[in-house]
């Protein structure tokens, strides 16, 4: 299948979908038209940095898009989470871009990862997860580290360390979020993995292989997302306290 024959393809089942869309509200089209024109544009945009990248391959240009991609996703989990932008937006930003590289790592297994056929989608994948589990975890941690502000001084004042101090706020955090991550694992194992496979297959990679790294790419989003959360909550120790020592609202709720 050609790119001509792929792009007459999407324009008819696009259109087929509106008109779906018609028959059923008016509403509903013109939202549907706006979120179409709308993936368009971001789906060119974006193939059209990718299609570079992989033209040019260079290791300046790659560690550029890794950049602004990390800068993009830290602002979308600040403003999702509605934490205090002047504040946090540095700590997030530093890790979610060191969890991602840590846990690029492990891919020089399959080849140089500093290529752009790899280092492009495999950061990507990452970036995703982490910007679709963070928000939630880090609302809940500040929240909770305010909401039970009583029981992290009471443990301070009894010697407990700052860490353990505030594992039961981290719990919570965890609880809140990454569960939820771990109860959809079984439907994505069997609706949106055999994406990622299907999507392996076609650009010619070997069956078990595209298997390997389907479960090396699920894991390792995991961790970085773990690593991020870790990294902002013992990096922002000082930023959610006063001089007095006392607690500040970080989340505009």
Known sequence: MNIYSTAILTV?????????FYLLHGRTLQRALVSVVRFIVQTALVGACVYALLRI???LLNL?????????CAWYVVLK?????????????????????VCMLPFYSLGKVHQAALFVPV????LTVMSALLPKALKEYFVALVRFSDTYYYLLAGGTSWFKAVVPMLRRAVDRSFLPFY???SLAGIVGLPLLLAAQLLAGVEPLAAVAATLLLTFSALVATLLSLLFVVVASRHLVSDKRGHLTDIVRL
Do not use: E, Y
């Open 123 to 126: 950061s990507g994948i990452l």
């Open 81 to 101: 989470a509605r934490l205090r932008r002047n504040q946090l937006l540095p700590t997030v930003w530093a890790g979610m871009l060191l969890s991602t590289v």
């Open 12 to 20: 008819l089942m696009a259109a087929l979908a509106l008109v779906f």
């Open 64 to 72: 550029l898009w890794l950049l602004l991609t990390v800068t993009i």
């Open 57 to 59: 391959d260079h290791v």
């Open 183 to 185: 109860r959809r694992l």
